[in-house]
């Protein structure tokens, strides 16, 4: 039997592995059409696993549970953790915890790594990378950390903050390349990689040289 053959940049169709809203809307930012699909895979952290091991397994692992519904894709799988020295940060999931993220984080430097995968699903070829974003935060009284979790609520977010609305008001400095990393999807790097497949995003997903 032949292999599959991969599609053609203009015949791909861009599924997106997520349900999370803050990485629809920065997909969206590109212009290109897309889907989206919810990848049913363990996250659990493997017995040491290194974080920066664990998000490209995530993401990676998240792009190939939805290749079979979809295989004539390039699949975008994504996964982030929050790290303060060696300790992992995951959602806080309520109040409470995300209290004590915060008052961990107040006036140090926490690195989220991302991982970013895309995958060809015709042929099962995958581009996986980790993209590392650090941010200072300022030294946070008790009061403007119970303030900040009351109004926006970050219980689904690693790190417990939304960097898009008011959590840029808990940050003293930010350091990386691309600020979309901290939200959940590095597009600078996502850009690079639908290239390597022959989608040229400034063309509107046409392969390049086309015109």
């Known amino acids: 039997m032949p292999p599959p053959q991969a599609p053609s940049a203009s015949a791909a169709r861009l599924v997106l592995a997520s349900t999370s809203p803050f990485r629809r809307e920065l997909l969206a930012k590109l212009g290109l ?23 490209m397994r995530l993401a990676e692992a998240k792009a190939r549970a939805v290749a079979d519904a979809h295989p004539q894709a390039l699949i975008i799988g994504s996964d982030q953790v929050a790290c303060i020295d ?5 959602k806080p999931g309520d109040r409470p915890r995300a209290l004590e993220q915060l008052r961990r984080a107040s006036g140090r430097r926490v690195v ?5 995968c895309l995958l060809r699903a015709a042929d099962g070829e995958a581009q996986v990378l980790c993209e590392d974003f650090a941010v200072r935060f300022r030294s946070l009284t008790p009061a403007q950390i119970a303030g900040y979790v009351d109004r926006e609520q970050p219980f689904n977010c690693a790190g417990s903050f ?9 940050f003293e400095a930010l350091e990386g390349a691309d600020p979309n990393a901290l939200v959940g999807l590095p597009l600078i ?4 990689m639908l290239e390597r497949f022959g989608v040229d995003v400034l063309t509107g997903g046409a392969p390049q040289g086309a015109g």
Request: hydrophobic fraction near 40%.
């Open 162 to 170: 939304k960097s898009e609305g008011l959590g840029i008001a808990l």
């Open 86 to 90: 060696d300790t992992v940060l995951g």
């Open 189 to 192: 790097r996502l850009v690079q």
């Open 33 to 55: 059409a897309f889907a989206t699909a919810s990848p049913r895979t363990d996250e659990t952290r493997l017995p040491g696993e290194d974080p920066r091991a664990l998000v």
């Open 112 to 116: 989220f790594r991302t991982g970013l």
